[in-house]
């Protein structure tokens, strides 16, 4: 009977404690309790003093502690009760361990303040190197970075139970709750580049079934209320290509799209591309819900005809699709987007797209009119499509390398396909206005390839779309300089230590040097591409720095991995390299500055990050240097800026380190003409993120990735202004 009430009570209290613990199997009856125990295994104290920036697990106690700081109560009574709450010290001073007294966590305790006398402490240390470094309070600045890379999504995704499919699309079933409400397409062009043949219903009756197949049965009837009309999604389309024409690397051929000819999966893909440069959280929410479905529906398509493989159609929506999970700033669609970049890469390679077409679409002449140029302008575009294309993805590649830290998928070697024609050529409205701007410029038969260019570094001419294979170029240099990271990462000598890394490095210089010399000037071409000239100086920096380890020590990884990098970074922070480095990041903030609004988007955000993140690591370890002082002492007008244009004293600066100060100028939109010290680095991080909110100053709903890294960015701050755990002994 005993037995029986035992087994019944612990079935009750079973039932009752539904919250478990993944790490000791404990069992709680309320969330909350939960998530407060879960604090306790990571460490995590997000409760923080505002008066001394103590932190706390739980909000209680730093209600407690608050009351120690109460100018209110009598002085006696808030001593009193200070004494009383205050947990043990880490360390006590050297004045009060000798007297055997209670000491407290402040730089100088108040019984040495009170007696006059020196307040030192024995501090921890770490042996690096011949140097010894102390850490008084490395777990606090740690765990700063630590969390804020935790929360961000450059951080690991941790999946649950509760990630899957239908967790992304029930988003479509909110929207169908009320379905008399209509769908607000704020933040799209009101006055599109081109107009687009309607969207026939049955195309949209195509893409809601594809919609219903990746869903729950019960989520069916509030999508089919919920599922955009015809209307909106040609809007949506019109608003794609609005933005679309104007990127630097275009690659699907707006003038002659057609809507109705295309597949669903094709129409959707650019549909939910179009909902991300809206300025609308519904239409965002739309974007990412059908976006679920165009990621699970083309990977059954090629299945179901593997034909499709080698369309064109079908290999832009995969593109198309895996870059809106890229730079989506959500953790899940993130890891799985890059995973599934492979497929179109090796789709598009087994499909000969990376060698040279057997044969090449025929130029027009002059006598050519009516059906016969029109076919001609259609085979051009198929032809220049397709080359596009190929170096669109290998631009995704190479951003998704630099952005994430990761191998390229892509080999540089292997691109034998034509770079882009000109800008005018792939705008021609029509095949009249195509053979009139082909006829008006002589063009070498042979088209440059990217590999051909950096075997020959040959000359780029206005034949070429300029904005463009600026890009490629880039990317490709960009091959080299991953090699060279790899390379000096596993051996693990210093850049320049024997003759053959010193040469590597001299030619990856050299090629960077001639791709300046051998492009047109911006007024040759009438354009300003703001994003080549960021990614420039970011491989620029790359190359002068171990980023890798920068983000370690920044609190990527656990605290064991800061300590490691640092003796590294202390060594590279007062070399001529780390000087070259930060002058680049420098200079990405400056071309960041010139984008055009909410443009700031996607791979730049994540590069205006590292940027930041390049300044604060060379900051923070000259810090631990003993070089703050030095340049505090240096008058403000005498110091270096960075994100100014090149002068002789920035090349004396780089090349000797004198002066010593330096400095980061406002952004354009704050009005401040004072230049901020790079040791400021609360006020650094302010700029950066200022130059973020200043691209989106008309947007009420930003992106999740520019949300996202703004806040990695301020908690990066935070983290740098408790940076006083290390000192010079």
């Given at each position: 009977?005993?037995?029986?009430?035992?087994?019944?009570?612990?079935?009750?209290?079973?039932?009752?404690?539904?919250?478990?613990?993944?790490?000791?199997?404990?069992?709680?009856?309320?969330?909350?309790?939960?998530?407060?125990?879960?604090?306790?295994?990571?460490?995590?104290?997000?409760?923080?003093?505002?008066?001394?920036?103590?932190?706390?697990?739980?909000?209680?106690?730093?209600?407690?502690?608050?009351?120690?700081?109460?100018?209110?109560?009598?002085?006696?009574?808030?001593?009193?009760?200070?004494s009383a709450l205050a947990p043990r010290v880490s360390q006590a001073c050297?004045?009060?361990?000798?007297?055997?007294?209670?000491?407290?966590?402040?730089?100088?305790?108040?019984?040495?303040?009170?007696?006059?006398?020196?307040?030192?402490?024995?501090?921890?240390?770490?042996?690096?190197?011949?140097?010894?470094?102390?850490?008084?309070?490395?777990?606090?600045?740690?765990?700063?970075?630590?969390?804020?890379?935790?929360?961000?999504?450059?951080?690991?995704?941790?999946?649950?139970?509760?990630?899957?499919?239908?967790?992304?699309?029930?988003?479509?079933?909110?929207?169908?709750?009320?379905?008399?409400?209509?769908?607000?397409?704020?933040?799209?062009?009101?006055?599109?580049?081109?107009?687009?043949?309607?969207?026939?219903?049955?195309?949209?009756?195509?893409?809601?079934?594809?919609?219903?197949?990746?869903?729950?049965?019960?989520?069916?009837?509030?999508?089919?209320?919920?599922?955009?009309?015809?209307?909106?999604?040609?809007?949506?389309?019109?608003?794609?290509?609005?933005?679309?024409?104007?990127?630097?690397?275009?690659?699907?051929?707006?003038?002659?799209?057609?809507?109705?000819?295309?597949?669903?999966?094709?129409?959707?893909?650019?549909?939910?591309?179009?909902?991300?440069?809206?300025?609308?959280?519904?239409?965002?929410?739309?974007?990412?819900?059908?976006?679920?479905?165009?990621?699970?529906?083309?990977?059954?398509?090629?299945?179901?005809?593997?034909?499709?493989?080698?369309?064109?159609?079908?290999?832009?929506?995969?593109?198309?699709?895996?870059?809106?999970?890229?730079?989506?700033?959500?953790?899940?669609?993130?890891?799985?987007a890059e995973s599934q970049r492979q497929m179109p890469y090796t789709m598009?390679?087994?499909?000969?797209?990376?060698?040279?077409?057997?044969?090449?679409?025929?130029?027009?002449?002059?006598?050519?009119?009516?059906?016969a140029l029109h076919k001609k302008w259609l085979a051009w575009i198929e032809?220049?499509?397709?080359?596009?294309?190929?170096?669109?993805?290998?631009?995704?590649?190479?951003?998704?390398?630099?952005?994430?830290?990761?191998?390229?998928?892509?080999?540089?070697?292997?691109?034998?396909?034509?770079?882009?024609?000109?800008?005018?050529?792939?705008?021609?409205?029509?095949?009249?206005?195509?053979?009139?701007?082909?006829?008006?410029?002589?063009?070498?038969?042979?088209?440059?390839?990217?590999?051909?260019?950096?075997?020959?570094?040959?000359?780029?001419?206005?034949?070429?779309?300029?904005?463009?294979?600026?890009?490629?170029?880039?990317?490709?240099?960009?091959?080299?300089?991953?090699?060279?990271?790899?390379?000096?990462?596993?051996?693990?000598?210093?850049?320049?230590?024997?003759?053959?890394?010193?040469?590597?490095?001299?030619?990856?210089?050299?090629?960077?040097?001639?791709?300046?010399?051998?492009?047109?000037?911006?007024?040759?071409?009438?354009?300003?591409?703001?994003?080549?000239?960021?990614?420039?100086?970011?491989?620029?920096?790359?190359?002068?720095?171990?980023?890798?380890?920068?983000?370690?020590?920044?609190?990527?990884?656990?605290?064991?991995?800061?300590?490691?990098?640092?003796?590294?970074?202390?060594?590279?922070?007062?070399?001529?390299?780390?000087?070259?480095?930060?002058?680049?990041?420098?200079?990405?903030?400056?071309?960041?500055?010139?984008?055009?609004?909410?443009?700031?988007?996607?791979?730049?955000?994540?590069?205006?990050?590292?940027?930041?993140?390049?300044?604060?690591?060379?900051?923070?370890?000259?810090?631990?240097?003993?070089?703050?002082?030095?340049?505090?002492?240096?008058?403000?007008?005498?110091?270096?800026?960075?994100?100014?244009?090149?002068?002789?004293?920035?090349?004396?600066?780089?090349?000797?380190?004198?002066?010593?100060?330096?400095?980061?100028?406002?952004?354009?939109?704050?009005?401040?003409?004072?230049?901020?010290?790079?040791?400021?680095?609360?006020?650094?991080?302010?700029?950066?993120?200022?130059?973020?909110?200043?691209?989106?100053?008309?947007?009420?709903?930003?992106?999740?990735?520019?949300?996202?890294?703004?806040?990695?960015?301020?908690?990066?701050?935070?983290?740098?202004?408790?940076?006083?755990?290390?000192?010079?002994?």
């Open positions: 009977m005993e037995a029986s009430q035992e087994k019944q009570s612990s079935s009750v209290t079973s039932q009752r404690n539904h919250y478990q613990c993944s790490y000791c199997q404990r069992t709680f009856g309320r969330v909350d309790h939960l998530t407060r125990h879960i604090r306790s295994h990571l460490q995590d104290r997000p409760f923080r003093c505002e008066v001394c920036d103590k932190a706390f697990g739980r909000q209680d106690l730093l209600k407690r502690h608050a009351t120690c700081h109460d100018p209110s109560e009598p002085g006696s009574k808030r001593q009193k009760r200070a050297k004045a009060c361990a000798a007297a055997k007294l209670k000491c407290d966590e402040d730089a100088s305790c108040k019984r040495c303040i009170s007696k006059g006398i020196p307040c030192d402490r024995e501090a921890r240390s770490i042996v690096v190197g011949e140097k010894r470094i102390t850490q008084a309070r490395s777990e606090t600045t740690d765990a700063l970075g630590h969390a804020a890379y935790k929360e961000s999504a450059l951080g690991i995704w941790e999946p649950t139970q509760r990630d899957h499919i239908n967790s992304n699309t029930k988003a479509l079933s909110v929207l169908g709750e009320s379905p008399h409400d209509p769908i607000i397409l704020s933040g799209l062009d009101e006055n599109p580049s081109q107009q687009f043949s309607p969207l026939h219903s049955s195309l949209r009756d195509q893409m809601l079934l594809l919609t219903l197949n990746a869903c729950k049965p019960e989520s069916k009837l509030a999508i089919i209320r919920a599922f955009p009309s015809p209307e909106i999604l040609s809007k949506l389309i019109q608003s794609f290509f609005t933005h679309h024409r104007n990127q630097p690397d275009s690659f699907i051929h707006g003038p002659s799209f057609e809507p109705n000819e295309q597949g669903p999966e094709f129409i959707l893909a650019l549909a939910n591309i179009a909902t991300t440069f809206a300025d609308s959280k519904v239409l965002h929410s739309l974007g990412f819900s059908l976006h679920e479905v165009v990621r699970v529906s083309l990977p059954k398509m090629f299945e179901q005809a593997n034909s499709l493989t080698r369309s064109l159609g079908a290999l832009q929506a995969f593109v198309l699709d895996i870059e809106m999970g890229l730079w989506s700033g959500l953790k899940r669609k993130m890891e799985i598009l390679r087994r499909g000969g797209r990376f060698g040279r077409a057997h044969q090449s679409a025929s130029p027009p002449v002059a006598e050519d009119v009516g059906n032809q220049e499509s397709s080359n596009r294309l190929v170096y669109y993805a290998f631009i995704m590649d190479t951003q998704v390398s630099i952005g994430m830290s990761t191998q390229p998928l892509l080999s540089f070697s292997e691109f034998k396909t034509p770079m882009p024609e000109s800008r005018d050529l792939w705008l021609a409205p029509n095949a009249e206005a195509w053979k009139t701007q082909y006829l008006r410029k002589e063009r070498h038969e042979n088209r440059l390839s990217l590999l051909e260019y950096l075997r020959e570094s040959a000359e780029i001419d206005d034949t070429y779309d300029i904005s463009f294979c600026r890009l490629i170029i880039l990317c490709g240099i960009w091959g080299m300089i991953w090699q060279g990271l790899q390379t000096h990462a596993v051996l693990g000598k210093p850049k320049h230590s024997d003759a053959a890394s010193k040469l590597r490095h001299q030619e990856i210089l050299q090629t960077l040097k001639c791709f300046v010399l051998n492009m047109p000037e911006e007024e040759e071409t009438h354009s300003h591409d703001a994003s080549s000239t960021l990614l420039y100086e970011l491989v620029q920096m790359h190359l002068h720095m171990p980023f890798e380890e920068v983000e370690l020590f920044a609190g990527k990884g656990d605290q064991n991995d800061a300590r490691h990098a640092l003796p590294l970074l202390l060594d590279w922070a007062s070399s001529e390299e780390a000087r070259k480095a930060i002058w680049h990041a420098g200079q990405v903030l400056r071309a960041a500055e010139q984008f055009a609004p909410a443009r700031l988007r996607g791979f730049y955000t994540i590069a205006l990050y590292q940027a930041n993140l390049a300044l604060w690591a060379y900051a923070v370890v000259s810090q631990v240097n003993g070089v703050e002082k030095e340049q505090s002492l240096q008058p403000t007008s005498a110091a270096v800026c960075l994100n100014g244009p090149d002068s002789p004293t920035i090349q004396r600066f780089i090349s000797r380190g004198k002066p010593g100060a330096v400095s980061i100028k406002p952004h354009s939109s704050q009005g401040d003409d004072e230049s901020i010290s790079l040791m400021d680095q609360e006020a650094i991080v302010d700029n950066v993120v200022g130059i973020l909110g200043a691209n989106f100053a008309h947007c009420e709903a930003l992106p999740p990735l520019v949300e996202n890294l703004q806040q990695l960015l301020g908690n990066l701050g935070r983290a740098a202004t408790s940076i006083r755990d290390y000192r010079p002994t």
